[in-house]
């Protein structure tokens, strides 16, 4: 059995880790898969592109999302990588809880260091 990892940051199908499309049905986004015949919802009003919809395509949209079953989805394992940068990140702020303060650096705010002069 190989391993299926899902890419996408909402979430992907439980047996290939993709998704086909995100279909609206008012304001609800559903995401599918059109070859496992799949969907699962990733929230309300997250995007603006239902304003631009009307009810013929969200009775559409219906009808496609009736004939699909409803899973869960999968999510990706943070990398290690990003596990590092989270880690830092973390304790980047622990430090500006401790009333260190921040500065902006070259990738944003960050806290000072000890001793840091305040400007
Ligand atoms: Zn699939």
Wanted: glycine residues 8%.
């Amino acid at each position: 059995m190989t391993e299926i990892t899902a890419e996408e940051y909402f979430g992907g199908c439980p047996h290939c880790g993709q998704y086909s499309d995100c279909l609206n049905v008012n304001r609800s986004h559903w995401m599918t898969c059109d070859e496992h015949r799949v969907r699962w919802w990733i929230g309300s009003n997250l995007f603006s592109s239902w304003r631009h919809e009307d009810e013929v395509t969200w009775a559409k949209n219906i009808l496609v999302l009736e004939e699909y079953s409803e899973v869960e989805p999968i999510f990706p394992e943070p990398s290690e990588v990003e596990k590092r940068q989270m880690a830092e990140r973390e304790a980047e702020f622990r430090r500006v809880d401790k009333g260190f303060g921040v500065c902006s650096g070259p990738n944003g705010i960050r806290a000072k260091k000890w001793g840091e002069p305040p400007f």
